[in-house]
């Protein structure tokens, strides 16, 4: 990635306040566009610890993740007292299974993801910088199946007043990314003034937003 060493020290440090504790209230609500089924692959890139992993593997049978951090799935396996097989893949890779989990360890770009019917996004796109998200977003496209569907989380706020990550990925953004995809817009929450970001950090506006991207037949 951009930085991997920005990244392994977040996680050393347990500076990861970009960890939800719970399943994401996005995820729970938004997931039916996606029509999922239990026999539908799912990918979640970067996926850290997340609590959202065992949401999907109780309602598909294949989920894959990719997670740069040792530390990240390490934890989470042990958090969850799950004992997951271990096995070494061409020295750059780990492959971590449970059940329906696979989740490697390693670099996005490279890690041997099996191409899945749906794909959960929801900290990844945004915490790319701006130079490497047409790149990530190619690789994600040659990870979904024809007719494949991605449900996508971001974040939409002037940039120039707040450094990322998480950076801000606009609508419009969104769309040249993904040009050629059908894309719908299934949320928009925009925060109030007491919105930490609005309150705390001063920005002139903050939204988060859910986009459900499909890939045409």
Known sequence: MNNPEFWHNKWA?????FHLEDVNPLLIEFWKHTEPSHDKSVFVPLCGKSE?????????QDVQGVELSQ??????FSEHFYT??????????ELY???ELSIYTGDYFTAPIQAVDTIYDRASLVALPKEMRVQYVERLKQLLKPGGKILLVTLDYNQEE???????VPRDEVEQLFSGYKITQLNQDIAGDDHPKIAKKGLSRFSEEVYLIECQL
């Open 13 to 17: 440090a347990n500076q990861i306040g």
């Open 84 to 93: 997951p097989m271990v096995t070494q893949i061409n020295g750059q890779h």
């Open 71 to 76: 530390i990240a799935v390490r934890a989470f």
């Open 52 to 60: 959202d992993l065992v949401w999907l593997a109780s309602k598909h």
């Open 97 to 99: 299974q449970f059940d």
């Open 162 to 168: 707040m450094s990322g990550p998480p950076f801000s």
